[in-house]
């Protein structure tokens, strides 16, 4: 059984960076994608990076190149490091690995416990 937990959320002035970390435990399918999602104080869920198996990235639209999603297969890590983050981007941050990661869907799958993102103005 897969298990994920997060790390690395905290609290930063808009124009920082922070490098989220996401441990996979588990056999992986091979079915799976790779991702991160964030959920906000109105609990909207909004995707934010995927990544699939040949390694190839995708992101949300507010991105706009601030983000890059990584992975250590060898380690089985997730990573998402964020650049010049806006307020806009605090939220409670979550790793997810599971085959909807695949179809931008978020959320119902296998996730982690979520680490929080705070971007203080």
């Known amino acids: 059984k897969l298990k994920l937990v997060e790390s690395g959320g905290g609290s930063v002035q808009a124009g920082g960076s922070l490098k989220l970390s996401c441990d996979v435990s588990g056999t992986i399918p091979s079915s799976a994608c790779m991702g991160w999602f964030r959920q906000g104080p109105d609990e909207v869920r909004e995707g934010v990076a995927r990544i699939e198996r040949s390694g190839i990235g995708g992101y949300g639209t507010f991105v706009k190149g601030r983000f890059t999603i990584s992975k250590d297969t060898a380690t089985n890590t997730l990573y998402l490091q964020m650049t010049n983050l806006k307020p806009d981007d605090s939220a409670m941050y979550y790793c997810?690995?599971?085959?909807?990661?695949?179809?931008?869907?978020w959320g119902d799958g296998v996730r982690g416990p979520g680490t929080q993102v705070t971007v203080f103005s």
């Open positions: 997810a690995v599971d085959f909807m990661v695949c179809q931008w869907l």
